[in-house]
């Protein structure tokens, strides 16, 4: 069932940040500027609930933007994987 | 180039392989005290005479690494360290065709699913005998079957690279003489290492049980002495084993065996492979000096002559080092030179002059640490960056180290006996680091909080707090030198008396304007670094809350900061020094219409009390939210007897002393609280467990002298006493309780932060920020983008935020 159909939308959780798949010119900026491989940005499961929901793929990269009580707001990504046993 | 390293059994044909002689025989030397070839001190097992060479490899000692040897035993015995996976494999296989036929060692098949036989369970008894049903497998019996096992089949039991036959023992390795070195004894006697001892014992019961089977000896002799063997190449490897006696020295000592050279605290890892020895380091117990700077520290003249730093001779300096080699053998002076081609030589009184003559530009030498050396200061356990800061030097003729006491909080020290350690830098590198990054002076904000944690202590806060009562003067000359004393030079007023607020001002770094809430809560105004209202207290200078600190060290940087500090807590102690200041009894008796009073609200609180539980029979309580009626009673009357009789005490108290010294500790927080006070004038105040009155001990009563059901004040551990006048046994035993509760709370809770914080530093130990602002690991993968996700760093923030509004305040002035 799609999230916005779901009782709860963990979306809209007051605790949830906002996580948007990024674009491939995007991811490919990003690790220009960071001078990295994509397996070097910080891991997500593709278990993850947000990862279900917003349905994003393994090999993806999310653009996570979080509230924060200094900064205001604050921009990490994170890479969707698959969990190894 | 090694690509991998694989770690797994060592067959008995790289055993033999490997060793460089076989050991056959038990004793060492011979008649003339020559190592016996064959014997366990073999030459061939490398050298450890210095001057000769190895009669393996052909080098010398130091350079010849030791070579292995091998002995043959006549009956194989189990690897003890082994024995568990020797016990499931046992279980998990057919014993007759050897294949795999359980999924876990606990599952418990019979049958045997490739050739049908039946196979009994298994059953291991510590530390080495296994029996099949009722019948003791003996090793050869266990190899037999662990030989049948298929390659095929290994890595279902999860073995890989080995064979599971090769977990018993058949040729036991020698390990070379190097790692087992004799000690010579002045008497000319030798004195061998446990680990020969232990070998010689095995290679001599080997021998008897050969001898023994060749003659044809009974089984019963021959059982008996396999097990004797056993028993000795198991100790070998561990001589700590549960379930038999550890093999001893002839004195009674147990060996040290394999396994102790590697284990626990004094083994080799944590010994010597995560920690090591350092040189240029010294340590001794510590000493407060409260006349010192915060960044000294005072070393004792031994240690600084033994302590030293290398220095390039070059022609800019070589005169002043000449002179320095002349005043050998007092202080400061060199101990050793170091020509160019890295010859070392000491320098002695009857050579200096020679030295002297002999140095030359490139020559390096080890000069004694002097007045204002740059060296690192550090007290165990290092919890936190603080733990370990930079000192400059000043040279005592004590034999403690001495530091400022208001140094002592980031260390976390005392001087009750604590040792602390100093570390001397070696190179202009270092000491360049080691001045911009770890000074005292940098660590006054504390990455904890983002406040200062180096501020002033005690009697520094009493002396200020005295020193800026409104009503205090000094006349001029005594300003004077009471500035002189604390190093200040300063311009005073032209005036015949001095106020103490105008003297405190001294200290203040021009053009400082803040204003602030004193800990009584009234204004202090400083303009223009001019105290103009308020008292100086543990609000404007205490460690932790000290705004002026805080201040200083935002506006006017780390320096000030420090200058402050050193001249602040060096002022109140002058000014106690010249007025005196003593707490005794005296300090804490009440006046005795005060006491009235405490007694008539106490008598008001007991009423209210009582009352409350009157309500509380008849069933007219005020129910609090989620909770039970007895349970609301509590709360009410923990409400009343902990909380308001105790404030409204308190203001009797507070009003009722005049200013004394005990008095103005507690008001200006230098030591002790009102509460404190209190106690020991007024009341003890209510007797605490678990946050709650006391109710534990017998059914429905804490002691038998009250009645059961008994819910007063008194039968659950009010203290109507205080300190000063004594506590009735009751309350005594009561109050032992709450004594008790918060001894055990603290020491629970530093074991257990103490580990946590362990955790933390050892997870975290890798993570760095790098030159692009990300935090990486060791595998260079990004943990943060940005540090801390905003950018502060909270060393140098403001309680760990920017105060934005501030700066803009600052900025606009």
Sequence with gaps: MPVEEREINILKHRLVPEHTIMKDEDVKELLEKFNISINQLPKILNTDPVVKAIGAKVGDVLKIVRNSPTAGKTTYYRLVSKEVA | MIRSIDFSLMSPAMIKKLAAVEITKAELYDNDGFPLEGGVMDPRLGVIDPGLRCRTCGLTMGSCFGHFGYVELVRPVIHVLYSKLIHKILRMTCHSCGRVIATSPTASVKKCGYCGAENKPVRFEKPYTFYDGETQLTPTDIRAILEKIPDSDLPALGISGGRPEWLIITLLPIPPVIMRPSITLETGERSEDDLTHKMVDIIRINQRLKENIEIGAPDFIISDMWELLQYHVATFYDNELSGIPAARHRSGRPLKTLADRLKSKEGRFRQNLAGKRVNFSARTVISPDPCISINEVGVPLVIAKELTIPVTVTENN?????????????????????RPDGKKKKVAPDNKEEISKEIAPGYIVERHLQNNDIVLFNRQPSLHRMSIMAHRVRVTPWRTFTLNVSVVAPYNADFDGDEMNLHVLQTEEARAEASLLMEVQKHIRSPRFGGPIIGCEQDHISGCYILTADDTVVPRETAFCLLSEIGVVADLPAKKTITGKELFSELLPKGLNIEFKSKAGNKVIIRDGKLIEGRIDTKAIGRETGKLIDVIEKEYGPDEAHKFIDRVSLLGIKWLERTGFTIGLDDIELPPDATDAIKARIAEAEAAVNSLIENYRAGKIDLLAGLSASQSLERHILKVLAKESVEDIG??????????CAIRMARSGARGSMTHIIQLSAVVGQARMLGERIHRGYRGRTLSHFAVGDLSPAAHG?????????????????????????????????????????????ALQDLKIEYDGTIRDNRNVIIQFVPGEDMIDPAKSDWGTLDVRAIVQSVLR
């Design chain 2, 318 to 338: 070589i005169e002043a080092v000449r002179a320095l080699i002349m005043n050998t053998p007092a202080w400061p002076s060199v101990n050793y030179i170091i």
């Design chain 2, 718 to 762: 009010f203290i109507v006493h205080g300190f000063k006048t004594g506590l009735s046994p009751f309350e005594f035993f009561f109050d032992a309780i709450s004594g008790r509760e918060s001894l055990m709370d603290k020491s629970l809770r530093t074991r257990h932060s103490g580990y946590l914080e362990r955790r933390l530093m050892n």
């Design chain 2, 651 to 660: 203001k009797i108290v507070n009003n009722a002393f005049k200013d004394n």
